[in-house]
C-alpha cells in the first residue's frame, strides 16, 4: 500500500510540475516588451458587426462605422469585398472602445495578419463570483494569448471582440456557429492578440463554442503527424483545468499527503507556492488596484 502511495504521489508531482513549469514559462514571456507593428502603408475600411438591440459601443476619435445584424451569417455574406477588408464581430456586451481601436488593427492587418484577438475588459466586476470569473478569463489572456503569441505560437480566440480578414471569413463561416478558431488552428493561419487595443464590456461576454473533450483530442495525432504544433498546442491547453480547480487539487493533496508523510510533503509545498507565484504574475495590474483602492475606501469610511 505504502509503495503505491509513494509511486502515485511521484507521478502526479512529476505531471503536475511539468504543468506548472509550462505555465510559469507562458506567464513570464507574457511580460515581455511587444513589437509594435509598423504603421500601416494603405487605407482599409473596415465593417463592424454588432448584435441588433445591442448598445452601440461609445466612440473616440477615430470614424466607425457599425452594422446591426440579426444573422451573423446574413450579415457577414451581405458585406461587399471591394469596399471592406476586415470585418470586427463586437459582443452585444460591448459598451466603449479603446483609442487609437481601428489604427492598432490596421497596423497589424497590413502586416499580413488575418486573426486577431481583441482584449476584452469587463467593467462591472463586483461581487466573489463575476470578480473570480475576470480573474480567471485575464489570467487566461495572460497565459494562452499574450503568452503563445510572445513564444511565437498563435493566440486562443474567445469567440467575440474579434477582427478577420473579410474574404477568409466568407469562404469560412458557413453557419452561425462555425468554430472559427478550430478552422484557423487547421489552416495554420497565425491568430495575434493585441492587448492594448481593448473592448470594454459592461458584463462578461458569453463563450459561444461548447467545449468537446473528445472531440478536441481526434485532431491531436493529425495534427503531430502534420507537424501542425500550433494545434498541437492549442489542443494540450484546452485539457488544463483552471487555475481553481488546479489550485484547489495541489491544495488538498499537499494536505492529505502532509497527513501521511510530512517528509514526502515537501516538494509539494514548494508546488503550491510556485503555482500562486505563476498564477499571480497572470493576475493584470488592474485587477490588483482595484482591489487596494477598495480596501482603502472602506478604511476611510471606518476611520
Given amino acids: 500500500m505504502d509503495n503505491f502511495i509513494y509511486i502515485t504521489d511521484d507521478f502526479l508531482f512529476f505531471c503536475i510540475g511539468l504543468l506548472l513549469l509550462y505555465l510559469f514559462i507562458l506567464v513570464v514571456a507574457s511580460h515581455f516588451k511587444r513589437t509594435n507593428y509598423p504603421k500601416a502603408q494603405k487605407q482599409y475600411h473596415c465593417a463592424i458587426l454588432v448584435p441588433a438591440g445591442s448598445l452601440l459601443p461609445s466612440m ?7 452594422i446591426t445584424y440579426k444573422d451573423l451569417l446574413e450579415a457577414i455574406h451581405s458585406l461587399d469585398k471591394e469596399r471592406y477588408k476586415l470585418v470586427i464581430l463586437l459582443s452585444d456586451k460591448s459598451s466603449s472602445l479603446s483609442s487609437h481601436f481601428l489604427e492598432k488593427i490596421y497596423n497589424a492587418y497590413d502586416a499580413g495578419i488575418q486573426a486577431i484577438q481583441l482584449h ?16 480567471s478569463e485575464e489570467i487566461n489572456n495572460s497565459l494562452f494569448r499574450s503568452g503563445n503569441t510572445q513564444i511565437g505560437f498563435s493566440s486562443n480566440l474567445f469567440g467575440t471582440n474579434m477582427a478577420f480578414d ?9 453557419t452561425a456557429r462555425t468554430n472559427l478558431e478550430r478552422k484557423l488552428f487547421k489552416q495554420n493561419i497565425y491568430i495575434e ?4 487595443v481593448i473592448v470594454y464590456c459592461d458584463s462578461a461576454p458569453v ?8 472531440k478536441t483530442l481526434s485532431y491531436l495525432l493529425p495534427s ?13 491547453q484546452q485539457l488544463i483545468p483552471s487555475p481553481i480547480k488546479l489550485c484547489t487539487f495541489v491544495s488538498i493533496w499537499t494536505l492529505l499527503i502532509t497527513g501521511y508523510s510530512w517528509t514526502s510533503s515537501l516538494k509539494w509545498w514548494i ?25 482603502h475606501s472602506i478604511w476611510r469610511k471606518r476611520h
Fill in 60 to 66: 473616440y476619435q477615430e470614424a466607425y462605422e457599425f
Fill in 120 to 135: 476584452t475588459v469587463v467593467n462591472e466586476h463586483k461581487g466573489i463570483r463575476k470578480h473570480f470569473h475576470v480573474l
Fill in 166 to 174: 473579410l474574404e477568409w471569413l466568407q469562404k469560412n463561416q458557413k
Fill in 193 to 196: 492578440y493585441l492587448p492594448d
Fill in 207 to 214: 463563450y459561444p463554442y461548447r467545449r468537446r473533450i473528445r
Fill in 224 to 236: 503531430l503527424l502534420e507537424g501542425n504544433w500550433n494545434f498541437c498546442n492549442r489542443i494540450a
Fill in 271 to 295: 508546488l503550491l507556492l510556485g503555482s500562486a507565484i505563476t498564477y499571480s504574475l497572470a493576475i493584470p495590474d488592474y485587477l490588483v488596484e482595484d482591489k487596494k483602492k477598495q480596501k
